[in-house]
C-alpha cells in the first residue's frame, strides 16, 4: 500500500476504506483498515454528541496519524533486522558451500582414483534426430548428383555439420564429420580429398536407405543372401589386403558384378553393382565408382571394405 492511502486510510478512513477493499492488498490489510474505518465512526458520532465535538476529532485524527507514523517506522526497523539476519544467515551458508566444494576439491586431488572414476562416468551421447538424418540425407544426394565433391559443396556440408554439433558424436556422422575437419584444415580440396568423402557419404546415403527401404527391397536383399551363402561369404568378413589388388585388372567396366561391401563399422551388405570407374588416390587407396541397383544410383566404394566379388554372367568369384 503506498504512504499516501496509508495516511488517508488513517485520517478519513471512512470514505477511503472503500479504495483499500477495491485495491489489490492483502486480507489481513483490507480487515484492519474496515475495523478500524468502523472505530473511527464510532468515534466521531460520540464526539459529535458534545460540544466541543469538532475539537475532539481533529485531536483524534493528529493522534492517531501520530501514532501511526511511530508503529510505522518500527515496523521498518524491525523488518530491516529481520532482512539483515536473513542476510548473514545466507552469506554464512554460501561460506560453509564454498568451503565443503573446496574441501572436496582437496580430498578429490589427494585420491586421484576417485576423480578418475568420476570422470569415467559415462555420458548420454546426442544423436541427430529423423528429420535432421533425413535433411543430411538429402543434402547428401545433392552432392553425389553430379559424381564428384567440389570445394563449395565440402563447405556447404561442413557448415551443416557445425549447425547440429550432435554430428560430431553420432556413430552414423562421426567419421564424416571428422574428415570434413580434417580435409578443409588447410581450405582447399584436392582430388583425393574429394575421393573419400565421396566415398563416405555414400556409405551414410547407403546406411539411410537400408534402414528406410520398403517391401521390396528387403525380398531383394533376401536373394542376395542366398546368393551369398552360394558363395559362402561371410558377413565379418576381413576386408581385402592391399596386397591382393591385383584383381583390379581383371574387372571390366560395364559389367555387372554381385559384390558384398562391409561399412565403417564392419557390418557387410551385399548388392549388384555395374562398373563405371576404377580410381587410386595420392595415399595409395583405391576405390571403384559403380551404379548401385540395390539403391539405383551412383555410389563409390572403397576396394579395402570389398569383402567379396563375383561375376554375374560368368559367375566367376573374383574375391
Same mark, same amino acid.
Given at each position: 500500500?503506498?504512504?499516501?492511502?496509508?495516511?488517508?486510510?488513517?485520517?478519513?478512513?471512512?470514505?477511503?476504506?472503500?479504495?483499500?477493499?477495491?485495491?489489490?492488498?492483502?486480507?489481513?490489510?483490507?480487515?484492519?483498515?474496515?475495523?478500524?474505518?468502523?472505530?473511527?465512526?464510532?468515534?466521531?458520532?460520540?464526539?459529535?454528541?458534545?460540544?466541543?465535538?469538532?475539537?475532539?476529532?481533529?485531536?483524534?485524527?493528529?493522534?492517531? $496519524?501520530?501514532? =501511526?507514523?511511530? #508503529?510505522?517506522?518500527?515496523?521498518?526497523? %524491525?523488518? &530491516?533486522?529481520? +532482512?539483515?539476519?536473513?542476510?548473514?544467515?545466507?552469506?554464512?551458508?554460501?561460506?560453509?558451500?564454498?568451503?565443503?566444494?573446496?574441501?572436496?576439491?582437496?580430498?578429490?586431488?589427494?585420491?586421484?582414483?576417485?576423480?578418475?572414476?568420476?570422470?569415467?562416468?559415462?555420458?548420454?551421447?546426442?544423436?541427430?534426430?529423423?528429420?535432421?538424418?533425413?535433411?543430411?540425407?538429402?543434402?547428401?544426394?545433392?552432392?553425389?548428383?553430379?559424381?564428384?565433391?567440389?570445394?563449395?559443396?565440402?563447405?556447404?556440408?561442413?557448415?551443416?555439420?557445425?549447425?547440429?554439433?550432435?554430428?560430431?558424436?553420432?556413430?552414423?556422422?562421426?567419421?564424416?564429420?571428422?574428415?570434413?575437419?580434417?580435409?578443409?584444415?588447410?581450405?582447399?580440396?584436392?582430388?583425393?580429398?574429394? $575421393?573419400?568423402? =565421396?566415398?563416405? #557419404?555414400?556409405?551414410?546415403?547407403?546406411? %539411410?536407405? &537400408?534402414?528406410? +527401404?520398403?517391401?521390396?527391397?528387403?525380398?531383394?536383399?533376401?536373394?542376395?543372401?542366398?546368393?551369398?551363402?552360394?558363395?559362402?561369404?561371410?558377413?565379418?568378413?576381413?576386408?581385402?589386403?592391399?596386397?591382393?589388388?591385383?584383381?583390379?585388372?581383371?574387372?571390366?567396366?560395364?559389367?555387372?558384378?554381385?559384390?558384398?561391401?562391409?561399412?565403417?563399422?564392419?557390418?557387410?551388405?551385399?548388392?549388384?553393382?555395374?562398373?563405371?570407374?576404377?580410381?587410386?588416390?595420392?595415399?595409395?587407396?583405391?576405390?571403384?565408382?559403380?551404379?548401385?541397383?540395390?539403391?539405383?544410383?551412383?555410389?563409390?566404394?572403397?576396394?579395402?571394405?570389398?569383402?567379396?566379388?563375383?561375376?554375374?554372367?560368368?559367375?566367376?568369384?573374383?574375391?
Amino acid at each position: 500500500m503506498k504512504l499516501g492511502l496509508k495516511l488517508a486510510t488513517v485520517a478519513i478512513p471512512v470514505p477511503t476504506v472503500y479504495l483499500v477493499i477495491k485495491g489489490q492488498h492483502p486480507k489481513w490489510v483490507k480487515a484492519i483498515s474496515v475495523i478500524w474505518a468502523i472505530l473511527t465512526a464510532l468515534m466521531w458520532i460520540g464526539f459529535s454528541q458534545t460540544e466541543n465535538g469538532g475539537e475532539l476529532v481533529l485531536f483524534y485524527t493528529l493522534s492517531s $496519524l501520530f501514532w =501511526f507514523g511511530a #508503529l510505522n517506522g518500527l515496523f521498518i526497523l %524491525v523488518k &530491516k533486522a529481520i +532482512s539483515k539476519n536473513k542476510q548473514k544467515d545466507g552469506s554464512a551458508q554460501v561460506d560453509k558451500q564454498s568451503n565443503a566444494i573446496q574441501s572436496s576439491a582437496k580430498t578429490e586431488s589427494n585420491n586421484p582414483s576417485r576423480a578418475r572414476n568420476a570422470e569415467e562416468v559415462p555420458l548420454t551421447v546426442e544423436t541427430l534426430t529423423p528429420r535432421r538424418e533425413k535433411a543430411l540425407y538429402k543434402l547428401s544426394l545433392q552432392i553425389l548428383e553430379d559424381d564428384e565433391v567440389d570445394q563449395e559443396e565440402s563447405k556447404k556440408l561442413k557448415a551443416w555439420l557445425h549447425r547440429y554439433p550432435e554430428s560430431k558424436e553420432d556413430f552414423r556422422t562421426k567419421e564424416l564429420y571428422r574428415t570434413v575437419e580434417d580435409v578443409l584444415e588447410d581450405k582447399v580440396l584436392d582430388s583425393a580429398e574429394a $575421393l573419400e568423402l =565421396f566415398a563416405l #557419404l555414400s556409405d551414410f546415403c547407403d546406411n %539411410v536407405e &537400408k534402414r528406410e +527401404s520398403d517391401k521390396e527391397s528387403q525380398d531383394k536383399d533376401k536373394a542376395l543372401q542366398a546368393q551369398a551363402k552360394k558363395l559362402k561369404a561371410k558377413p565379418k568378413a576381413p576386408f581385402t589386403s592391399t596386397s591382393s589388388y591385383s584383381f583390379l585388372d581383371n574387372l571390366k567396366l560395364g559389367n555387372e558384378y554381385f559384390m558384398s561391401y562391409a561399412d565403417t563399422s564392419g557390418k557387410a551388405s551385399d548388392r549388384n553393382i555395374i562398373l563405371n570407374k576404377v580410381d587410386v588416390n595420392q595415399q595409395d587407396q583405391h576405390y571403384i565408382k559403380a551404379h548401385c541397383l540395390l539403391r539405383n544410383s551412383q555410389r563409390t566404394f572403397r576396394v579395402d571394405r570389398i569383402v567379396a566379388l563375383c561375376d554375374v554372367d560368368t559367375g566367376e568369384a573374383i574375391v
